[in-house]
C-alpha cells in the first residue's frame, strides 16, 4: 500500500520559486537559449545528412552529439519553462520518473560518445595515412551503438532504484528537473548504499571515458609537437580544438554534480550547474564546431545556395 502511494500523484519542482524575479528572467533567457540550442543541433545534423563532404566519422559522430544534445535540452527545459510561467510547477510521477531515465541516458551516452570521438580524433592525427581503412563506417557504427547501449544500460539500472527509495509522502522537489541527487534528497530512508552504487558507476561511464580522451589528447599533443610545420601543426590542434573545448564544458560539471555524495552539494549551486550543461552546453557546442570549422560553413553556404557566390565573385 505505501509503495503505490509512493508511485502516485504528483511531484512539486520547487526550482527557483523563492525568486520570483529571477523567475521571469530565467523564462526569457531559456527560451533564446533553446531556440538558439534546437535550430543549432537540428542544422548540424541536417547538414550532416545533406552534404556528402560531410559523411565522415567526424560528422557522423557529431550529429550523434548534437542528437544528444537536443535531447538534453528537450528532457528538462520545456517542462522547465511551463512551471516558471504559471504558479502550478508540478510533474507526475510518470512525468518524472520518464525525465529522470531521459536525463540519466543522455549523460551517460554523452560521456562514452565524447571518448569515441576523442579517439576518432587520435586516429585522424597520429595515423593520418590509416584513418579511413581503422574508422571505417562498420565501426563507427558499433562505436556509437555502444555508447548509446551503455548510457542506456546504466539509467535503466538507476533510474528505477532512485524513484523506489522510500520518500514518506515527501513531494516537494528542491530543483527545477527530476535530478537524481534532488530525488535522492527527499528520500526519508538510508541511501547511503544507492549514492555508494552511484560512485561505482560513475567510474565506468564518466571516470573511464575521461581517462580515455586524457590519454588520446596525450597522444595527439605529443604527434603535434613532432611536426615541424607551423601551419600543419596549427591544422593538426585547430582539428582538435573543437573537441577538447566540448569536452570540457561537459566534463566539469557532470563530475562536480555526480562524483560526490547526492547529498554534499548546495542546491542552488546543483540547479545552476544543471540548467548550465542541460542548457548552456547544447547551445553553445554547435557554434563550438562550425565557427571554427570550414567543411560546416561550406555545407551551410551550399543549402543557402551562397557557395558558388563567394568562391567566384564573377559566377564562373
Aim: contains cysteine; aromatic residues 12%.
Amino acid at each position: 500500500m505505501e509503495r503505490n502511494n509512493e508511485s502516485s500523484g504528483e511531484f512539486i519542482l520547487l526550482g527557483f520559486s523563492d525568486q520570483p524575479r529571477l523567475e521571469m528572467v530565467l523564462f526569457v533567457v531559456c527560451s533564446v537559449f533553446y531556440f538558439l540550442a534546437v535550430t543549432g543541433n537540428s542544422a548540424i545534423i541536417f547538414l550532416s545528412l545533406m552534404d556528402l563532404r560531410l559523411h565522415t566519422p567526424m560528422y557522423f559522430f557529431l550529429s550523434n552529439l548534437s542528437l544528444l544534445d537536443l535531447c538534453y535540452s528537450t528532457s528538462s527545459i520545456p517542462q522547465f519553462q511551463v512551471n516558471l510561467w504559471g504558479p502550478r510547477k508540478t510533474i507526475s510521477f510518470v512525468g518524472c520518473a520518464v525525465q529522470l531515465f531521459a536525463f540519466l541516458s543522455v549523460g551517460g551516452i554523452e560521456c562514452i560518445l565524447l571518448s569515441v570521438m576523442a579517439y576518432d580524433r587520435f586516429v585522424a592525427v597520429c595515423k593520418p595515412l590509416h584513418y579511413l581503412t581503422i574508422m571505417h563506417p562498420q565501426l563507427c557504427l558499433k562505436l556509437a551503438a555502444f555508447a548509446w547501449l551503455g548510457g542506456t544500460a546504466s539509467s535503466t539500472l538507476m533510474s528505477p532504484l532512485t524513484m523506489s527509495l522510500g520518500r514518506c509522502g515527501h513531494r516537494r522537489i528542491n530543483h527545477f528537473v527530476c535530478e537524481m541527487p534532488a530525488i535522492i534528497h527527499i528520500s526519508c530512508v538510508d541511501t547511503s548504499w544507492v549514492e555508494g552504487l552511484i560512485f561505482i558507476l560513475a567510474i565506468p561511464i564518466v571516470l573511464v571515458p575521461l581517462i580515455m580522451i586524457l590519454v588520446s589528447y596525450g597522444y595527439i599533443a605529443a604527434a603535434i609537437l613532432r611536426i615541424k610545420s607551423t601551419a600543419s601543426r596549427r591544422k593538426a590542434f585547430n582539428t582538435c580544438s573543437s573537441h577538447m573545448a566540448v569536452v570540457s564544458l561537459f566534463y566539469s560539471s557532470i563530475i562536480y554534480m555526480y562524483m560526490q555524495p547526492g547529498n554534499a552539494a548546495s542546491q542552488d549551486q546543483g540547479k545552476f550547474l544543471t540548467l548550465f550543461y542541460c542548457l548552456v552546453t547544447p547551445t553553445l557546442n554547435p557554434f563550438i564546431y562550425s565557427l571554427r570549422n570550414k567543411d560546416m560553413k561550406a555545407a551551410m553556404l551550399k543549402v543557402l545556395g551562397k557557395d558558388r557566390n563567394l568562391l567566384d565573385p564573377a559566377g564562373h
